[in-house]
Antibody, heavy 122, light 107 residues
Framework: QVQLVESGGGVVQPGRSLRLSCAAS????????MHWVRQAPGKGLEWVAV????????YYADSVRGRFTISRDNSKNTLYLQMNSLRPEDTAVYYC???????????????WGQGTLVTVSS | EIVMTQSPATLSVSPGERATLSCRAS??????LAWYQQIPGQAPRLLISGASTRATGIPARFSGSGSGTEFTLTISSLQSEDFAVYYCQQYDKWPPTFGGGTKVEIK
């Protein structure tokens, strides 16, 4: 069974940086693309970024492009999200999620972590 | 980007009744449409992809239909554990986009 556990959230001042991690257990982490999705307090879901199974390709939402970097270490079964130049509007629960398709990026998220809260405030 | 619009925002339903949720895309997404359930305080859970294919372990009372720009999620007989927020999401074009959600509450 796939399990995803996020960590690294917390309170950070505007303009500062934070790195989130997502530790995966279960089969074949290295064969699936991975996503980050966020949810502002009381709001809906917003897709943030995706990285291919091998880490060679990634794609970002316009709202974070140039500030956030998604990466992965398949030897450690871990996904990362480096968040720089944080803004108050980045305040949200950040979820990591596995893409449902083997190797190919499909855009459907079939396993989700429990989320980690990032609060950007002075 | 493709805008997804869900209606109604809130649906009040009695246990055992049928619930019908709608999702509309601003342009055709073919059948590249997924539905997720989110119980308060929990992560989203994939219910349906491909507009109508239930994910592993999802009960048959959940069904999806539609194509192009109009989609429907039907819960045939609401159980207590089904009261939650439901999101549709298109994955036809990048970036993937979600609807604003429909909250299904107990009537």
């Amino acid at each position: 069974q796939v399990q995803l556990v996020e960590s690294g959230g917390g309170v950070v001042q505007p303009g500062r940086s934070l790195r989130l991690s997502c530790a995966a257990s279960g089969p074949s982490f290295s064969n699936y693309a991975m996503h980050w999705v966020r949810q502002a307090p009381g709001k809906g879901l917003e897709w943030v970024a995706v990285i291919s199974y091998d880490g060679n390709n990634n794609y970002y939402a316009d709202s974070v492009r140039g500030r956030f970097t998604i990466s992965r270490d398949n030897s450690k079964n871990t996904l990362y999200l480096q968040m720089n130049s944080l803004r108050p509007e980045d305040t949200a629960v950040y979820y990591c999620a596995r893409d449902s398709s083997y190797v190919v990026v499909r855009g459907v998220m079939d396993y989700w972590g429990q989320g980690t809260l990032v609060t950007v405030s002075s | 980007e493709i805008v997804m619009t869900q209606s109604p925002a809130t649906l009040s339903v009695s246990p055992g009744e049928r619930a019908t949720l709608s999702c509309r895309a601003s342009q055709s997404v073919s059948r590249h449409l997924a539905w997720y359930q989110q119980i308060p305080g929990q992560a989203p859970r994939l219910l349906i992809s491909g507009a109508s294919t239930r994910a592993t372990g999802i009960p048959a009372r959940f069904s999806g239909s539609g194509s192009g720009t109009e989609f429907t999620l039907t819960i045939s007989s609401l159980q207590s554990e089904d009261f939650a927020v439901y999101y549709c999401q298109q994955y036809d074009k990048w970036p993937p986009t979600f609807g604003g959600g429909t909250k299904v509450e107990i009537k």
